[in-house]
């Protein structure tokens, strides 16, 4: 826990929240400041700043656990869909430093607008250079996936 954590605060119990599940792993609560009714956070209790630093096993499981609630406030609130976000880094727009998964119901022409925008790479090189960047840090992992298969 760091002490001057608002989440982790939340979890030791020190911050009221409106809990609305909660297991060994993770903890789900309304946010304070819903962009909808029923927007609801899903953390993991243990302190993380980035989803880069979760265990694959947490995050999954904020996954399970965010598609449920997702379901169960589609009826809560009579929502017809929902958003699962996670900032991560100031420049994403995260906030709070405790890694947290938005669940936003949506409703029809409720005015949310998730970024569209388009952009286009310089040319094909530039393209695979991102690939192969990517590939060469995920390297050891899909290594690990391979010997699994
Ligand atoms: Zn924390």
């Known amino acids: 826990m760091k002490d001057n954590c608002v989440f982790c605060r939340i ?16 903890l789900a609560f309304l946010d304070i400041a819903p962009v909808n009714r029923g927007h609801a956070l899903v ?7 980035s989803v880069t630093e979760i265990p694959a ?16 406030l589609l009826r809560a609130v009579d929502a017809d869909g929902f958003n699962l976000i996670l900032s ?22 409720d005015g949310i607008v998730l970024p569209s925008r388009h952009v286009e790479y310089a040319d094909a090189a530039e ?3 991102v690939v192969a960047a990517v590939h060469k840090r995920m390297a050891r992992h899909s290594e690990s ?5």
């Open 11 to 26: 979890v030791a119990g020190e911050i009221p929240a409106a809990k609305l599940y909660e297991d060994e792993q993770v």
């Open 43 to 49: 953390i993991p209790k243990r302190h993380f700043f």
């Open 57 to 72: 096993e947490t995050a999954g499981h904020m996954l399970a656990v965010a598609g449920r609630l997702g379901g169960a």
């Open 88 to 109: 991560n880094g100031t420049v994403a727009g995260q906030v709070v430093p405790h890694t947290h998964l938005h669940v936003i119901p949506r409703f029809p022409e």
């Open 127 to 129: 393209k695979e250079a």
């Open 145 to 149: 996936m391979e010997r699994e298969a």
